[in-house]
């Protein structure tokens, strides 16, 4: 093999190496993908769809009321949860006839489609956590029904910038 083939060879594959570990490299520090397993999100966020997340939200601020979060299952750190944050540190938690409350005011919550089925709290949220619950109240297996009822701020693992839906259907058509 002559020296023009095997350069043009090993250029080509550090192309690709190069590119492969810059996509790695994005995956693990920038930016992952979750798919959503169940329907604790939903309207918002369906089954099945995929959702991007930025791993550095909260590298220059605090992570707000009503962002969507990706973070450890605090039962269970080896399962991901997908949840929206409803309580911040400090603050105290309760929910009544239907409603959460915040120290004592009721939340308006706009993405929400049903009311509780059961009171739960009140709890204090301890200082860097925040307590988290699902959209569909009615099925979500949320911050209320967890042994360790709070996220740490330094658990989250990202917040969810956008989501698309699962394409499988797409696979069914054959050109």
Partial sequence: MNKKILKEIISWVMVFVIAYGLATFINKVIIFKVEVPTSSMENTIM??????????SYLFGDPKRGDIVVFPFPD????????????????TIEGKDGYV????????????????????????????????MG???GVSEDARYWDDKFVERDKIKGKA???????????????
């Avoid at 089954?47 to 550095?56: A, P, Q, S």
């Avoid at 120290?103 to 301890?126: A, M």
């Fill in 47 to 56: 089954v099945g769809d995929k959702v991007e997340t930025l791993h550095l």
């Fill in 76 to 91: 269970d750190e080896t399962i991901d949860y997908i949840k929206r944050i409803i309580g911040l540190p400090g603050e």
């Fill in 101 to 132: 409350y915040i120290n004592g005011e009721p939340l308006e919550e706009s993405y929400v489609t049903s009311l509780l089925d059961n009171d739960f709290g009140p709890f204090e949220i301890p200082e860097d956590s925040y307590f988290m």
């Fill in 135 to 137: 959209d569909n109240r």
């Fill in 161 to 175: 910038l956008f989501k698309y839906p699962d394409f499988t259907w797409f696979r069914k058509y054959k050109y």
